[in-house]
């Protein structure tokens, strides 16, 4: 049987985590990254996401990257640039795990929301 942090060193051994200043600079220069806030709605209504990320709850994940599902969001593609963030990193890197698992290449961990505000990144309500 698996425990929280059997499932935890799965996910941290493949999906890449970046700083804070390291995300807030791949923001900063634009492109077509996709950034996606993985927290449930309340947790984003108190303290806010990145500027511009879409919204995709963790346990809602499966469903929103199988593009054969009818809740497919179009933005997840097995070749987008795609960057998770939640409260501390913990979800946004189970998340990425179902990613992976589901074929999709490039998925980073950002970490979490506070740090990205430390970080001087882009925020809105």
């Given at each position: 049987?698996?425990?929280?942090?059997?499932?935890?060193?799965?996910?941290?051994?493949v999906?890449?985590?970046i700083?804070?200043?390291?995300?807030?600079?791949?923001?900063?220069q634009?492109?077509s990254a996709?950034?996606?806030?993985?927290?449930?709605?309340a947790d984003?209504a108190?303290?806010?996401?990145?500027?511009?990320?879409e919204?995709?709850?963790?346990?809602?994940?499966?469903?929103?990257?199988?593009?054969?599902m009818?809740?497919?969001?179009?933005?997840?593609?097995k070749?987008?640039?795609?960057?998770?963030i939640?409260?501390?990193?913990?979800?946004?890197?189970?998340a990425?795990?179902?990613?992976?698992?589901?074929?999709y290449?490039?998925?980073?961990?950002?970490g979490?929301?506070?740090d990205?505000k430390?970080?001087?990144g882009?925020?809105?309500?």
């Amino acid at each position: 049987m698996k425990s929280a942090k059997d499932f935890m060193a799965e996910a941290n051994a493949v999906v890449p985590r970046i700083s804070a200043k390291e995300a807030v600079a791949k923001y900063n220069q634009g492109g077509s990254a996709v950034w996606i806030d993985v927290r449930d709605s309340a947790d984003i209504a108190a303290s806010g996401t990145i500027k511009g990320a879409e919204r995709v709850p963790g346990g809602f994940m499966v469903f929103a990257a199988d593009d054969s599902m009818q809740f497919h969001k179009p933005f997840l593609t097995k070749d987008a640039d795609i960057n998770l963030i939640c409260g501390a990193g913990g979800q946004a890197a189970l998340a990425g795990k179902i990613l992976h698992d589901m074929g999709y290449k490039n998925v980073t961990n950002v970490g979490g929301f506070n740090d990205w505000k430390e970080a001087g990144g882009a925020t809105e309500a």
